[in-house]
C-alpha cells in the first residue's frame, strides 16, 4: 500500500504513513513500546546520529517509529510538510509560543480562548519575556494591525473559540499577518482537519490538542504541532532560526549550520523536535500516539453523525422556554463565515445560556444520565460542563462575561449516542431544573 499526496482525506486517515513491509507486514500499526534502539555498530552508529538513516531510531525521546506513523499522517491529512507529536495539547501550545517567541517578544491574540491558552498567555508567558496583546473581537482586522510592532512575533487564534463558537476569517488574518513578516499560529482543535484545514486559508502553524476530536474518545492526553513550510523564518526577525547551532553542525569537519541551512522551509517544526521536545521533554509515549492513530481512522464518520446531532440538539435549544440563548455558529443562517469554511459543519460542540439561576444550573447538571458531567471535549461520549466553574475559572468575570462565558452558560460536546436519547435527557433534565 503506497499512499501518495493526492490521495484524499478518507485514504489518508487510514494509509498515510504506515508502510507494512516495513513492520512484518502487521495491519495495525505496532506499538513501539520501548525507550532505546540498537545502534548495530559504531560505523552506523555515527550515521544514525547524523540524520544519514531516516527509518533508524536511536532513543524514544528523538523519535518512535509509532509516533513517527502518526506525525506523517498528520502532516500528509492536514497539507503540511511535517509534524510532531507531543504529550499534550498545552505542550503543542507552549513550545509553539515559544518557538517562535524565543529571546523576547510579543504576540497577539483573542481573550476568548481556552482557559489554560488564556492563564498562560496572560500570566505566565510574560514571566519568560513573552507578552501579549489582546483583542476581544477575533476578526477586529484594523485593531489587529494597530497592535502590530517592530518585536510582534506571530498571530495565534482558535479556528472555533471554545465554547462560543466564533469562527476566525482565517484568511483574512493570514495577510495581516503576512504583510507584517509574521507568522499566523491557528489551534484547530474544535473543527479537527476533517472539517477545516487551516493551511488552505494561509496558516502557518496549526496546533492541536489531540485529546480530543482527533483521537475522540477520552482515553489519552495528546498534542499535535503542523508546520506548513511556507513561511520564511531567515527575514532576520527570527534569529533562533539563523543562528549557528552547535548540534548541527560537525565538530570534526568544521561544518557549521543553522536550522534554516539545514533545514530550510522545514527550520521550525525541526526546531521544536530538536530542541523543545528533545531538551524540554514531553514526548508522547508510543502506546498514546497508537490510540490517536486507532481514533483518527473513524474521524470521518464520527464527525458527520456528531456535527448532525449538534445541530439538532442546537435547534432543540434554540426553541426552547428555558433557554435564553444558544452559541453554535452552525445554525446562524446569515454567517457568511460559516459557508466560506465549514462546508461540513463547524462541529460537536455547543453551548447555551440557561434561564433562571446558579440553582437551576446545578439540577440541570445533576439530572441527566446520558450527558456525563466532566471536562473534555470531542468524545464519543456526550459531555455536559459549567465552563465558568470548571473549564474556564482561570479566566476573570471580566474577560468570560463579554465572550457567552457567565455563569449561566452551559457547554455540550456532542457525541455519538441516539439522537433521541439525547435530546430525552436534556428535556427530563429541563424539567427537573425547572420543576
Ligand atoms: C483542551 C484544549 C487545549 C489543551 O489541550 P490538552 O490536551 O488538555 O493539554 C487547548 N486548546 C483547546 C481549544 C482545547 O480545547
Redesign the pocket.
Known amino acids: 500500500m503506497n499512499v501518495l499526496a493526492k490521495d484524499k482525506f478518507d485514504t489518508l486517515r487510514i494509509h498515510a504513513g504506515y508502510k507494512p513491509e516495513n513492520h512484518q507486514f502487521a495491519s495495525s500499526v505496532p506499538i513501539y513500546q520501548t525507550a532505546a534502539f540498537g545502534l548495530s555498530n559504531t560505523e552506523v552508529a555515527n550515521e544514525i546520529v547524523q540524520g544519514k538513516h531516516p527509518d533508524r531510531f536511536d532513543y524514544t525521546r528523538d523519535g518512535n517509529p509509532t509516533s513517527h506513523v502518526l506525525e506523517e499522517r498528520i502532516a500528509a491529512i492536514e497539507g503540511g510538510i511535517e509534524a510532531v507529536s507531543v504529550g ?3 505542550s503543542a ?1 507552549s513550545f509553539t509560543i515559544f518557538n517562535v517567541a524565543e529571546g523576547g517578544g510579543r504576540i497577539i491574540a483573542p481573550t476568548n480562548i ?1 482557559g ?2 488564556l492563564d498562560e498567555f496572560r500570566n505566565f508567558f510574560p514571566k519568560f519575556g513573552i507578552n501579549f496583546d489582546f483583542v476581544d473581537d477575533v476578526n477586529d482586522f484594523d485593531k489587529i494591525k494597530s497592535l502590530i510592532q517592530d518585536d510582534t512575533k506571530a498571530i495565534y487564534v ?1 479556528s472555533v473559540a ?1 465554547p462560543s463558537t466564533e469562527i476566525a476569517d482565517i484568511e483574512t488574518l493570514a495577510k495581516i499577518a503576512h504583510d507584517a513578516g509574521i507568522p499566523l499560529i491557528v ?1 484547530n ?2 473543527p479537527t482537519p476533517y472539517l477545516l484545514r487551516p493551511f488552505e486559508f494561509g496558516a502557518d502553524i496549526v496546533v492541536y ?1 489531540s ?2 476530536g482527533i483521537n475522540g474518545h477520552g482515553n489519552t ?3 499535535l504541532i503542523v508546520d506548513h513550510g511556507k513561511f520564511n523564518w531567515a527575514s532576520g526577525k527570527f534569529p533562533q532560526f539563523t543562528e549557528e547551532e552547535f548540534t548541527l553542525g560537525d565538530e570534526e569537519s568544521d561544518d557549521h549550520e543553522s536550522f534554516y541551512s539545514k533545514f530550510g522551509a522545514a527550520a521550525f517544526i525541526k526546531r521544536i523536535r530538536v530542541k523543545y521536545v528533545r531538551l524540554l521533554g514531553s514526548v508522547l509515549s508510543p502506546i498514546d500516539s497508537y490510540f490517536v492513530l486507532l481514533g483518527l481512522e473513524t474521524i470521518s464518520e464520527r464527525l458527520d453523525k456528531e456535527v448532525a446531532s449538534a445541530t439538532k440538539i442546537a435547534e432543540f435549544l434554540r426553541d426552547n422556554e428555558h433557554v435564553e440563548r444558544v452559541y453554535y455558529s452552525g445554525i446562524e443562517k446569515d454567517n457568511s463565515l460559516v459557508a466560506k469554511y465549514f462546508s461540513k459543519g463547524v462541529g460537536s460542540i455547543l453551548s447555551f445560556e440557561l434561564k433562571g439561576n446558579e440553582k437551576n444550573i446545578a439540577k440541570l447538571i445533576d439530572n441527566v444520565h446520558v450527558f456525563s458531567y466532566l471536562p473534555n ?1 470531542g468524545d464519543a461520549k456526550s459531555l455536559i460542563v459549567n465552563p465558568s466553574r470548571t473549564t474556564h475559572r482561570e479566566i476573570p468575570a471580566g474577560i468570560r462575561t463579554k465572550h457567552a462565558l457567565n455563569n449561566q452558560v452551559i457547554r455540550l460536546s456532542i457525541g455519538l449516542e441516539d439522537i433521541d436519547d439525547l435530546i430525552g435527557d436534556l428535556r427530563n433534565g429541563f424539567e427537573k431544573a425547572f420543576d
Open positions: 499534550s495539547g498545552m501550545i481556552y489554560s491558552s482558535e471554545n489551534d482543535t474544535f490538542s485529546t480530543k492526553l495528546s498534542g471535549i
